[in-house]
């Protein structure tokens, strides 16, 4: 059946880029150890291009980064420097969110700590071994992710 979904809110550290999604209440995410995603602790979760929605004039606020394939589109903040979405190589139809991104009260490790109190949203990590994509990338069925 269909994962109820749940509204997020989220952007950078100024608040020059704000965006809203819709998500499951249980974030999957990924930390990536490729070169660059090992740099920025790169814990992201996917959502579908048409559930991530950029607030205001936030397209403006951002510059875009790209290397290697080009594929990636590594979007941050113009003023602060902070990489809150990204367009994944992974996932070319779909949005990358950094979870540490979203508002607070943050999403909590699910069966750490305060994730038995209920009601907040939860996620869970596995890494990815981004230094050997292409060998991997098929098995971790990150690519269904931004499917509707």
Known sequence: GMEELVEYKGGCHCK???FTLEAPRHLICIDCTCSICAMRRNTH???PAARFHLEGDSADKVTTYT???HV???KFCKRCGILSFYTPRSNPDGVAV?????DRPLP???????????GQSTFEVSVFDGDNWEANIEASGIQARSKE
């Open 16 to 18: 020059d880029v704000r």
């Open 45 to 47: 979760f996917v959502v």
């Open 67 to 69: 290397y290697n394939t």
């Open 72 to 74: 990636a589109q590594h």
């Open 98 to 102: 950094t979870v540490w991104c979203l």
């Open 108 to 118: 909590v490790l699910a069966g750490g700590p305060g994730a038995a109190a209920g």
